[in-house]
């Protein structure tokens, strides 16, 4: 069995969400050849995208071709919508989610759903929650800071209390990568940003006592946590030169949480995926692959099958951790 954790997908027609609340450049889609779309941002093309972004019946023939049994399917992250007003964001949520439910009903030996709820307004990212729990959702995701808001912020306690209560998984996922406007070439934010903005995430929770508070919350940071791992040994140094700075609202050492939370497989190297083994124990690190986009794995899972791993590893890695994580 592999469960590949870490995917995206979104409806195939989208509505005019810009026209329908006076306000905004929201994402709609433009059909412009068969199989082909251009994610508009207003009048700005953000990212072509292919059918199997849309079309369940593909994505089953590529897992199969792939030897994967299952995905876990979860909106594209510029769907957040944090910036929009909440209740305007809580109508583009549930018409994200309801599609993810529809696909996940008609299909459910083959996916799995990680809802999406508006952050910037803690009540209504609950209530978003727990109506997506009660449709057969096992998790949410949501992005590696809210509106420039880190993931330490007292206003989100509610929300992991309630992700606690419901046995929520909980995928964070990159974006809007901080210091992006002043890296515009080379893909600079999605190479060099997107692994911070993970171990942004990461270190304000593990500094903010986040884990400390809530010691059920199931935490997964994709792209194998981004640069966390690799600057451990600074951040825990950081720790221990100057906890006037560091240590302030958390007295433990940062590495005392590996082994807390899980991370994706997606490091796109094998001895960084051994390290993350090594580091993290085989049992919170889960076969991703950020399918169906170009900085994704090519070949979902293959990563994996190369990386000299036990065979028990590996099967933590394909199955275990995320049966785990997911409450299967």
């Not at 305007?88 to 996916?111: G, H």
């Not at 720790?239 to 006037?244: A, G, K, N, Q, V």
């Not at 590996?258 to 997606?266: P, Q, T």
Request: glycine letters at 8%.
């Amino acid at each position: 069995m592999i469960i590949d954790v870490h995917t995206h997908i979104i409806p195939k027609h989208l509505p005019d969400f810009t026209k329908q609340f006076g306000y905004g450049d929201f994402i709609k889609l433009e059909h412009h050849q068969p199989g082909k779309a251009w994610m508009m941002q207003g009048d700005k093309r953000f990212r072509e995208i292919l059918a199997n972004c849309w079309d369940a019946e593909i994505r089953i023939e590529e897992m199969k071709q792939h030897g994967i049994d299952k995905q876990v399917i979860c909106t594209i992250p510029v769907m957040f919508s944090y910036n929009a007003k909440p209740q305007d964001c809580l109508l583009i949520s549930e018409f994200l989610n309801d599609d993810i439910a529809a696909t996940v009903s008609q299909y459910p030996d083959k996916f799995i759903g990680l809802a999406t709820v508006p952050m910037q307004d803690t009540k209504l990212a609950v209530k978003e929650l727990e109506r997506s729990m009660k449709i057969g959702f096992k998790g949410v995701q949501i992005g590696s800071n809210i509106n420039n808001i880190n993931l330490n912020d007292e206003r989100f306690f509610d929300f992991y209390a309630a992700c606690e209560s419901l046995n929520a998984a909980i995928l964070i996922h990159p974006w809007q990568m901080m210091g992006q406007e002043h890296m515009t070439k080379y893909w600079l934010p999605w190479l060099v940003g997107m692994p911070a903005e993970i171990s942004r995430a990461a270190c304000s929770m593990i500094f903010g006592g986040v884990f400390e508070r809530f010691k059920k919350l199931k935490v997964c940071f994709a792209h194998g946590g981004g640069s966390l791992l690799p600057t451990l040994g600074r951040i825990e140094h950081g720790w221990e030169c100057r906890p006037d700075l560091v240590a302030i609202d958390n007295k433990h050492n940062p590495k005392e949480y590996l082994g807390k939370f899980w991370v994706d497989s997606h490091v796109c190297d094998t001895e960084m995926l051994e390290y993350t083994v090594k580091k993290c124990g085989a049992n919170k690190v889960m076969q991703g692959s950020d399918y169906p986009f170009p900085l994704g794995e090519a070949i979902p899972g293959e990563l994996v099958h190369k990386t000299p791993l036990s065979d028990k590893d590996k099967e933590l890695v394909f199955f275990g951790a995320a049966k785990e994580w997911l409450n299967l």
